[in-house]
C-alpha cells in the first residue's frame, strides 16, 4: 500500500465514523427517529448482519478493552453494517500502555486508528510467560502485527492460554481462540486494515450504538 493510498483509508475511515449510521437505522438529521439505545449498552448487543453485502476493502476492526469484544465493521452502502465478533483477551493490567513491559494494550487516538502492517504466520512461534511452563506455543496460526508506538503489539491466538478468552491477561497484545484467528485472517483482515482499540472505560462509538439490537 502506497502512503498516499493509507492516507486516503484512513480519511475514508474517520470520515466513515462521522456520517455513517448503521443498518437500516433511522437519519435524525432527516427529521426521523433515531433509535433509542441504553446509555449501558455493550459491544456484546451488537447486531451482526449476516449475509449483509458489505465492501470488504472498507472493513475496519474494533476492539473494547471494557467489554472484552473485536468486533468487523464494513460499509453498506449508506450505512455501517457489523459483519463479526469474537471475544479477546487484552492486557493484564488496565490503562493505556506506557512503556515496553507494562501489561497493558495500547490505545489508538481518537480519529487515528492503528493499521495491520503484516500478517504473519505464527504456527511455530514460541514464549516463554515466566510461569514455569517453559516455552511453549502460543500464539495460533496467525500474528496481525499492528503498526502502534510501540513494538511487538498484535493480534494472534491463544495456544496453551485459551481460557484466558474472553478476559485480561495478556502483555499487551490482543488475543484471540485459536479457531477465531483463522477466521479473522481467511475471511476479514488484510495489511493496511484500520484497527480501533478504545479506552478502557470507552462505551459504544455512535456508529455502534446505532448497531445495537433493537
Not at 498516499?4 to 475511515?13: E, F, H, P, V
Not at 443498518?23 to 427517529?33: A, L, R, W
Not at 460499509?75 to 497493558?104: H, L
Not at 481462540?177 to 475471511?187: F, G
Request: charge should be neutral; aromatic fraction near 6%; charged fraction near 25%.
Amino acid at each position: 500500500m502506497t502512503l498516499n493510498m493509507k492516507y486516503s483509508t484512513l480519511l475514508l475511515l474517520t470520515l466513515m465514523l462521522l456520517t455513517l449510521s448503521c443498518g437500516g437505522s433511522k437519519d435524525e438529521k432527516n427529521g426521523e427517529t433515531a433509535p433509542q439505545v441504553p446509555k449501558e449498552a455493550t459491544s456484546s448487543q451488537v447486531k451482526i448482519s449476516e449475509g449483509a453485502s458489505y465492501d470488504k476493502d472498507g472493513a475496519f476492526i474494533v476492539i473494547s478493552k471494557k467489554d472484552l469484544r473485536l468486533t468487523v465493521y464494513a460499509p453498506s452502502g449508506k450505512d455501517t453494517v457489523a459483519i463479526a465478533q469474537f471475544p479477546v483477551c487484552v492486557g493484564k493490567n488496565k490503562g493505556n500502555k506506557e512503556g515496553s513491559g507494562d501489561m497493558r494494550t495500547p490505545e489508538s487516538p481518537a480519529g487515528e486508528p492503528f493499521t495491520i502492517t503484516n500478517i504473519q504466520d505464527a504456527s511455530t512461534w514460541t514464549h516463554d510467560f515466566g510461569d514455569g511452563r517453559g516455552s511453549i506455543l502460543a500464539y495460533g496460526n496467525w500474528f496481525l502485527r499492528l503498526k502502534t508506538p510501540f513494538s511487538g503489539i498484535g493480534i494472534h491466538g491463544s495456544t496453551g492460554n485459551e481460557n484466558s478468552v474472553p478476559g485480561r491477561g495478556s502483555e499487551g497484545c490482543i488475543r484471540l481462540l485459536d479457531d477465531d484467528i483463522i477466521t479473522l485472517k481467511e475471511k476479514y483482515a488484510r495489511v493496511g486494515m484500520p484497527v480501533i482499540i478504545k479506552g478502557e472505560e470507552q462505551g459504544l462509538l455512535p456508529f455502534e450504538a446505532k448497531c445495537v439490537a433493537q
